[in-house]
């Protein structure tokens, strides 16, 4: 008898300054699933006691595991296709706050890019579930992440000082998320090299040049190039569907666009170079 090939996994984790059993009630209805993971489906609805999201290939059925006392909130997802993929899921207890933990696996024939990207989107919707929750009442005992801002309707409206922002971190192509608007991010990154060729299907890209230069390659649909050359203070807007490759001799950018977009498109021409930071955006430090 053959052995079965064990699958590769990985725990994308966040924590949430709220206890467990609030966390776990909100992430347990499916009716709140648009709201925190936006990129498993845009809307839902339920019919005669069964879940079902809208997603980009389809109507997809949906269900969590029974209501329980231990934080599970597995899940199940039944694709367009037929198939059905399990989603293991926790809520684990840390005083009164919480982790929130999701096991990613990989799929058959799934490349690491893909198995990158994955990681990086449910990431992005755990973060948001954080942004969500944290927005309320915070846990007590804990001292709020967002002590000395002021909350107006759930949003965090504490300055940012962008060049302190930028002196924070020295990554390039490794954007900082500095604020969020709506389903929008507002993000900031150090840009030296090239980026890579690279398409988001769906969503405009907003630049800003905060220093130096930045140019953007464009690609129209016969395959020709062109190049739009960026100083500080300038902006550009590359449309949906567009091919582009970025790459700077040195400097600074603030980009808009929503939450959970990858930076590496939502798809890429070859290898994705090392200084290329494949990601929905990171907190700042």
């Given amino acids: 008898m053959m052995a079965r090939m064990a699958s590769q996994s990985r725990h994308v984790s966040e924590w949430i300054d709220r206890r467990a059993a609030d966390v776990y009630e909100y992430a347990s209805d499916p009716a709140n699933l648009p709201k925190w993971a936006p990129g498993l489906g845009s809307a ?3 019919v005669d006691g ?26 199940e997802v039944t694709l367009p296709s037929g198939e059905v993929v ?7 207890p840390d005083g009164d706050a919480c982790e929130v933990v999701f ?4 799929l058959a024939d799934m490349t690491d890019e893909d198995f990158a990207r994955d990681a990086s989107l449910v990431q992005a919707d755990l973060t948001r579930l954080k942004h969500l929750l944290e927005g309320s009442e915070p846990s007590p ?18 300055p940012v000082n962008l060049t302190e922002a930028l002196a924070s971190f020295d990554d390039v192509y490794s954007p900082r998320i500095v604020a969020r608007m709506n389903d929008y991010d507002v993000r900031i990154a150090h840009t030296l090299g090239e980026h890579v060729w690279h398409v988001h299907e769906d969503t405009d890209e907003f630049f800003l040049v905060l220093d130096g230069r930045f140019d953007i390659a464009i690609r129209d649909a016969a395959g020709v190039e062109t190049t739009v050359v960026l100083h500080k203070g300038d902006t ?8 582009h490759k970025p790459s700077s001799p040195g400097g600074s950018i603030l980009m808009f666009e929503p939450s959970g977009t990858l930076t590496t498109g939502d798809r890429h021409e070859g290898e994705v170079p090392g ?6 955006g990171h907190e700042l430090p």
């Fill in 44 to 46: 839902v609805e339920e």
């Fill in 236 to 243: 550009f807007v590359v449309p949906k569907g567009t091919e």
């Fill in 50 to 75: 069964h879940w079902f999201v809208e997603t980009p290939s389809g109507r997809a059925g949906f269900a969590f595991v029974g209501r329980n006392e231990y934080g599970v909130l597995d899940h």
């Fill in 103 to 106: 096991t990613l696996r990989r």
């Fill in 141 to 158: 005992g804990r001292a709020p992440e967002w002590a000395g801002s002021v909350r107006i309707g759930g949003m965090n409206t504490k």
């Fill in 275 to 280: 200084n290329v930071d494949s990601t929905t």
């Fill in 86 to 92: 399990h989603n293991p899921m926790r809520v684990v």
